[in-house]
């Protein structure tokens, strides 16, 4: 075992030598034209759909607020929440209407704001004590069944990536979501799938993590790009080395995903998010390098997310996108913010707060 640590360990070395040389050469390089055509870039924001009664005030919001802000990119996460026609047993109400999706958007149209629908594919099938209906009212489609509903001991269950019929049912809900929100990309999640190849699953038990999770990113692309046409976005924290970026569990992978980025297309737009204060940032470069357009990702933390879009912007080549600003929180609780509503959470105010930052340190033409 003590060869295989060590070769382990020599080559996470030089792979972070390898990104550490592409950061220096990148940021070597004139910027006055990269800033320009920056400005022209995603300027997006990643909201968790609201309960009906609350979307009204989350479209005043972005009227008022976001719109005026420069927000051209709207990434919607609904999950769930839709009155889902093909699989009514999945809705959790409230649940969002066909007409309240169109609704959003004409505004986002009128507004010049591209709308991408949201279902979170693979994991974050539960969360804390409440397991998502795919897994409640399909059982069998379950990476880990023998673990019980409530969830202890775990972060969030994961559907098993091998079952015959669980593409068949996901893809049902992609499409509605498509039509629904007219929409010509969208974003299929991914991020924090811990729990993948488990020997629970008889499918999957035994397999290479790796292998499957580029199998199911796989999937969604043959028919999200393949036959539906739309681009497809994900995030990125599976597809990085814990051992190289030294990133955390959190937005890297030890549980041996991260070769999945040489199995899967490039014309996936990678969401990179990092939330925590860091010197660098080396993950935005990689995946550009890989091949992949990136967006970097922030949330509330206004020191760090200002240090990651400055480090992306230096390190930017043509296939960096934009940043984009996650929330967290209700889409209706980060509108109360945005909107000074005093009862507003504190992590809705943060994250509203470090957004408003972000975009206007952006357009200040330089740092």
Same mark, same amino acid.
């Given at each position: 075992?003590?060869? %295989? &640590?060590?070769? !382990?360990?020599?080559?996470?070395? =030089? @792979?972070?030598?390898? /990104?550490?040389? *592409? $950061?220096? #050469? +990148? ?28 979307? %009204? &005030?989350?479209? !005043?919001?972005?009227?008022?607020? =976001? @719109?005026?802000?420069? /927000?051209?990119? *709207? $990434?919607? #996460? +609904? ?289």
């Amino acid at each position: 075992m003590a060869a %295989p &640590l060590q070769r !382990r360990k020599v080559m996470a070395m =030089l @792979a972070s030598s390898l /990104v550490g040389t *592409l $950061v220096a #050469e +990148v940021e070597a390089q004139p910027t006055t034209e990269k800033r320009e055509g920056q400005r022209k870039g995603w300027r997006a924001v990643h909201l968790i759909a609201p309960n009906p009664d609350g979307l %009204p &005030l989350l479209k !005043r919001a972005i009227e008022t607020h =976001l @719109a005026p802000w420069g /927000v051209n990119v *709207l $990434v919607f #996460e +609904v999950n769930y929440k839709f009155a889902y026609r093909s699989h009514p047993e999945l809705r959790m109400e409230p649940a969002l209407s066909v007409q309240d999706a169109r609704s959003l958007a004409e505004l986002c149209r009128r507004l010049g704001i591209r709308l991408i629908p949201e279902f979170n594919c693979l994991g974050h099938q539960s969360w804390r004590q409440t397991t998502f209906p795919l897994l409640t009212k399909y059982r069998e489609f379950d990476e880990t069944p023998q673990i019980p509903l409530d969830n202890p001991g775990i972060y969030c269950r994961s559907w098993c990536p091998l079952h015959p019929q669980v593409n068949e049912v996901v893809f049902a809900l992609m499409d509605e979501l498509l039509d629904a929100f007219e929409a010509d990309a969208f974003h299929v999640g991914m991020d924090e799938v811990f729990l993948i190849a488990s020997d629970q699953c008889p499918r999957c038990r035994g397999k290479d993590p790796a292998e499957l999770f580029a199998k199911a990113v796989n999937d969604y692309h043959a028919h999200l790009v393949g036959r539906r046409g739309v681009e497809m976005l994900m995030w990125g924290d599976r597809l990085l080395d814990d051992a190289v970026t030294g990133y955390g569990k959190w937005e890297a992978s030890q549980n041996g995903t991260a070769p999945a980025i040489d199995k899967i297309p490039q014309d996936i737009i990678i969401c990179d998010w990092h939330y925590g204060l860091r010197q660098a940032y080396p993950s935005v470069l990689y995946f550009q390098q890989k091949g992949f357009r990136v967006v970097s990702a922030s949330w509330k933390d206004k020191q760090a997310a200002l240090a990651f879009l400055d480090y992306a912007r230096r390190t930017a080549t043509e296939r960096w996108l934009g940043h984009m600003g996650t929330t967290w929180v209700d889409g209706a609780e980060f509108a109360k913010a945005l909107l000074g509503d005093p009862s507003a959470s504190d992590t809705a105010r943060q994250a509203a707060e470090t957004l408003r930052a972000c975009f206007a340190r952006w357009g200040d033409g330089g740092q």
